[in-house]
C-alpha cells in the first residue's frame, strides 16, 4: 500500500484553516516608517526598543522579538519569509504566521507602517464605521470637564538656548543647596508656627479666591517649565507647549513625553520629578517671604503660593494615587508601566470572574507575564477611594461657594451627581467587558446567572436588612449662642450721647443708666412748654381774683388753656427724662464697645443697646421647613463651637409653629457666615417674613463651654424622630431632589 494511500484526509475546518495560512504567508506587509526612531533600552533586567513616532510625538516599548520582528517589515518580504527568519532568530518562541499577521495588524493601527492613500481611506472609514460606546463617551466627558488641554506652541527653537544658559542648575552642588534650603524652611516654619495661629489670611474667602487662581496659574507654569528644561538638559526633545484647564483652573503645560527614550532611568526619574523639585523651591521662597513682609498684597501672594506648591503639591502632584508626576515617578522607578490601567485591568478580571463567573481572555493575556497582583490590589483600591474623596471634596467646596446665593443644594447635587458617575463608571465597565456581544470571542463563560445569585441575593437580602434597621432622622446646623434672657434699651427720641455712664461687660441693675443724651430741641420745647404752663396759670389765677362779670366769663377757656399747657409740660418732660437711657433689666452690658458711642447721635428707634444675663445661655437653632418635621420636643442636640471645638449638650426646649421673621434671625444664621438662610435683595428684603422662612428652635444650654459669649457659633447634631435607615436615604433623596428642582 503506497504511502498517499495511508494518508489521513484533513477535516474540512483544518483544511480550510491551512489554506488560509498559506495565503497569509503569501501577503507581504507594507514597510516600517523610516522616520521612526527606535532604541534599545534595558528594563526590568530584560532587553526592550522604544520606538518614539515623531509627528504623533507617540511612545511604544516593545519586547526584544517584537523589536526584532518590526524591523523585518521591509515591504518586500512575505509573511511567510518574515515567519521563518523570526524562528531561526528566536527559535524557542512558538509565533505562528497568523499571529504575526496579528501583530503586524497592531502596528499598522498604531501608526507605525507606510501606508497607501487607498489603504489609508480604507482604514479610516473602517474606524468610523465601528460604533462608539456610550460608556466610552461619557468618560471622555467626565475627564474632559476635569482636564482639558489646548496646545499653543513648539519651544524647541528657544528652549535649548534657555537650559544652556540655565545648566549650572542641574550641577549637584545646585540641587543639594536647594535641598537644604527647602529642609531649612520646613524648619523655619516649625520654629515659627506661631505666625500660623496668627494668620489672618483666609485662604477659602471670596476676597482671596482670586489671589489664589493667579498664584496657582503662575506656580504651576514654573512647574512645568522644570520639567521641560530639565528634559531638554538630558538630550530630550519638548515640541509642545500650551495652555491646559484642571478642574477650570488654567495653567502652562508642556509634553516632556520623550524622556521614554533617555537609556538611563534616573534621567526619566529627573525629567519626572523636576516640577515637584520646583514647586518645593517656590514653597521655601515664599515661606519666607510670608514670615517677614508686612500686611499687604505681597504677603497674600506670598502665603498662597506657599500653600500651593506645599500642600496642594504633596496633595496632587506628588500623590501616586493621582496621575500626576508622582504616579509616573513610582512607575518609572519600579518598571511597572501602565501601572493605573493595569492595575484596574487586573482588579476588573478578577471581579469578572469572582462575581460573574467569566473569564477575560484578552485581560489575562495581557497581565500573564505580571507578577505584582498585590501592588496592582493595593493601588487600584487605594486610588479609587481617594479620587472618591477628592471628588466629595471638591463637591463640598463648590455647594459651600454657592451657599451665599441660596444654591448650596444644587452644588451638592452636582457634586453627587459627577461623584455617582465616577463611582459607577468601573461597574458598567466591568458589565460591559464581561456581557457585550462584540466581546463574546474574548470571554468565556464559567455557570454565569449561578454565580451572579450566590452573591446577588445576600446583597440584596442584606441591603432591605440594613434599610430596615431602627435609626432616628439626624439634622446638622449651624446654631447660635443667646442669653437665656435679654433685653433691648430702645432710645424713643434721638440726641447726642453727651456721657455713657456704663462699659462692655459691666454687670448693672435694672433702672440704672446706660446713656445721656443732648437734644437741644427736645429741651427747648420743654422750657417752652414750662413757661407757657406758667403764663396760662396766672392767666387764670388773675382772671379768678377779678371777680368781674368778664373775668367770670373768660375762666372756663383759661382753665381749658391751662389744662392743656399742663399735658403739653408733661408731655415735653417725659420726653426730657427720655434722653437719659436706662437699663430695662439687671444683667451684662452686651453692647459691643459701647464707649465709641459717645459725641455720636441716636436716631429714635435706635436699638444697639443691649443688657443680658449671661449666667444662662440657649441654642437658637435654625431650621428649614423640612427639617423642623424632623425633630420634635426633647430632640437630643450635640454640638461643639466653632471658635475652639469645644463640647455643648443640649436638647430641643421650644419647636415654634411658624416662620420667623427678619427681626428674628442671628447674623450667624446667613449663608455668608455658614448658616443656612440666603440673603434676599430687592423687594424680598424689605418683607417681615423672609422667602426662604426658618423655624428658629431653642435649646437651654445647663452648662455653656468655657469662654462662652453671645453670637458663638456651634454646629450642632439633632437627634430626631425615630425612621428607619431606609426612610432616611429616600428622605435625603428626595429633599435633594426637591430642592434642586426647585431652584
Avoid at 105 to 115: I, V
Avoid at 247 to 265: E, H, L, N, Q
Avoid at 368 to 385: G, K, P, T
Wanted: hydrophobic share 45%.
Amino acid at each position: 500500500m503506497s504511502t498517499a494511500a495511508m494518508a489521513t484526509p484533513l477535516p474540512a475546518a483544518a483544511a480550510a484553516e491551512l489554506r488560509a495560512e498559506e495565503n497569509l504567508g503569501k501577503v507581504i506587509s507594507s514597510p516600517l516608517r523610516a522616520d521612526l526612531e527606535m532604541q534599545q533600552q534595558q528594563f526590568r533586567g530584560s532587553e526592550y526598543y522604544v520606538i518614539k513616532d515623531p509627528l504623533s510625538l507617540t511612545y511604544f516599548r516593545l519586547k526584544l522579538e517584537e523589536g526584532f520582528l518590526i524591523m523585518l517589515l521591509d515591504g518586500k518580504r512575505n509573511f511567510r519569509e518574515i515567519h521563518r527568519l523570526f524562528h531561526e532568530r528566536f527559535p524557542q518562541k512558538d509565533l505562528s504566521i497568523g499571529e504575526i499577521g496579528v501583530f503586524i495588524q497592531q502596528m499598522n493601527a498604531a501608526g507605525l507602517l507606510n501606508l497607501s492613500a487607498e489603504r489609508f481611506v480604507t482604514m479610516a472609514r473602517a474606524d468610523e464605521s465601528v460604533p462608539t460606546s456610550w460608556l466610552m463617551v461619557w468618560g471622555k466627558v467626565l475627564s474632559g470637564f476635569l482636564f482639558m488641554r489646548f496646545p499653543l506652541l513648539d519651544p524647541s527653537p528657544w528652549l535649548g538656548k534657555l537650559t544652556h544658559a540655565l545648566r549650572f542648575i542641574w550641577t549637584r552642588w545646585f540641587i543639594g543647596l536647594c535641598a537644604t534650603f527647602i529642609v531649612w524652611s520646613v524648619f523655619w516654619l516649625v520654629v515659627n508656627r506661631d505666625a500660623f495661629t496668627q494668620n489672618t489670611i483666609n485662604f477659602f474667602s471670596p476676597d482671596n479666591l482670586i489671589l489664589v487662581w493667579a498664584t496657582l496659574i503662575f506656580v504651576k507654569t514654573l512647574h512645568e517649565f522644570g520639567h521641560a528644561t530639565t528634559c531638554r538638559f538630558f538630550g530630550g526633545e519638548v515640541h509642545e507647549m500650551g495652555v491646559c484647564l484642571m478642574c477650570f483652573t488654567p495653567c502652562g503645560y508642556v509634553d516632556a513625553s520623550d524622556a521614554w527614550m533617555m537609556r538611563k532611568k534616573a534621567h526619566k526619574l529627573y525629567t519626572t520629578g523636576a516640577g515637584v523639585f520646583t514647586e518645593f523651591v517656590i514653597a521655601g521662597i515664599t515661606a519666607h517671604l510670608w514670615l517677614y513682609l508686612p500686611p499687604g498684597l505681597g504677603k497674600s501672594l506670598a502665603f498662597n503660593a506657599m500653600i500651593i506648591a506645599s500642600v496642594n503639591t504633596v496633595f496632587f502632584n506628588a500623590n501616586p494615587l493621582m496621575k500626576f508626576d508622582g504616579y509616573y515617578i513610582v512607575s518609572d522607578f519600579f518598571e511597572i508601566p501602565n501601572l493605573r490601567t493595569k492595575a484596574m485591568m487586573y482588579c476588573s478580571y478578577h471581579v469578572q470572574r469572582w462575581l460573574l463567573g467569566y473569564r477575560n481572555l484578552t485581560q489575562e493575556r495581557y497581565l500573564q507575564e505580571e507578577v505584582n497582583n498585590r501592588v496592582f490590589i493595593v493601588y487600584s483600591v487605594l486610588a479609587y477611594f481617594y479620587m472618591m474623596t477628592v471628588i466629595y471634596s471638591l463637591s463640598q467646596v463648590f455647594a459651600k461657594f454657592l451657599s451665599p446665593y441660596g444654591l448650596y443644594d444644587f452644588g451638592l447635587a452636582i457634586g453627587v451627581f459627577v461623584e455617582g458617575s465616577f463611582l459607577m463608571f468601573p461597574v458598567v465597565k466591568v458589565l460591559l467587558d464581561a456581557f457585550s456581544t462584540a466581546r463574546k470571542h474574548t470571554v468565556r463563560e464559567e455557570n454565569v446567572w449561578g454565580r451572579i445569585a450566590r452573591w446577588l441575593i445576600p446583597l440584596v437580602v442584606g441591603l432591605v436588612v440594613v434599610f430596615s434597621l431602627p435609626s432616628h432622622y439626624m439634622v446638622t446646623q449651624q446654631a447660635v449662642l443667646v442669653a437665656v434672657r435679654s433685653e433691648r434699651a430702645g432710645v424713643e427720641v434721638g440726641g447726642v450721647v453727651e456721657k455713657v455712664h456704663v462699659h462692655t461687660g459691666q454687670w448693672i441693675e435694672a433702672g440704672q443708666p446706660l446713656l445721656t443724651l443732648r437734644n437741644s430741641d427736645v429741651t427747648t420745647q420743654a422750657q417752652i412748654a414750662d413757661l407757657w404752663f406758667e403764663a396760662t396759670k396766672l392767666r387764670l389765677t388773675s382772671l379768678q381774683v377779678s371777680g368781674s362779670l368778664r373775668s367770670t366769663s373768660l375762666a372756663p377757656e383759661a382753665a381749658l388753656s391751662l389744662e392743656g399747657a399742663a399735658t403739653a409740660r408733661e408731655r415735653a418732660q417725659r420726653a426730657v427724662g427720655q434722653l437719659e437711657i436706662r437699663a430695662p433689666a439687671a444683667g451684662f452690658v452686651v453692647s459691643p464697645d459701647i464707649d465709641r458711642l459717645a459725641g455720636q447721635y441716636l436716631p429714635p428707634g435706635f436699638s444697639g443697646l443691649r443688657v443680658a444675663d449671661l449666667r444662662q445661655y440657649k441654642l437658637l437653632i435654625p431650621l428649614t421647613e423640612a427639617q423642623a418635621e424632623m425633630v420634635e420636643i426633647g430632640s437630643p442636640v450635640n454640638g461643639y463651637t466653632r471658635a475652639s471645638a469645644i463640647a455643648v449638650e443640649s436638647q430641643i426646649g421650644v419647636l415654634p409653629s411658624k416662620r420667623a421673621g427678619w427681626h428674628d434671625y442671628e447674623p450667624a444664621m446667613l449663608t455668608v457666615f455658614g448658616g443656612p438662610a440666603p440673603l434676599e435683595n430687592g423687594s424680598n428684603a424689605e418683607r417681615t417674613t423672609p422667602s426662604f422662612g426658618l423655624y428658629i428652635a431653642e435649646a437651654d444650654v445647663a452648662h455653656p463651654p468655657l469662654g462662652a459669649m453671645e453670637g458663638l457659633r456651634v454646629k450642632v447634631t439633632v437627634t430626631g424622630r425615630n425612621a428607619t435607615y431606609g426612610q432616611r436615604v429616600s428622605r435625603w433623596i428626595m429633599d435633594l431632589w426637591q430642592s434642586h428642582s426647585g431652584r
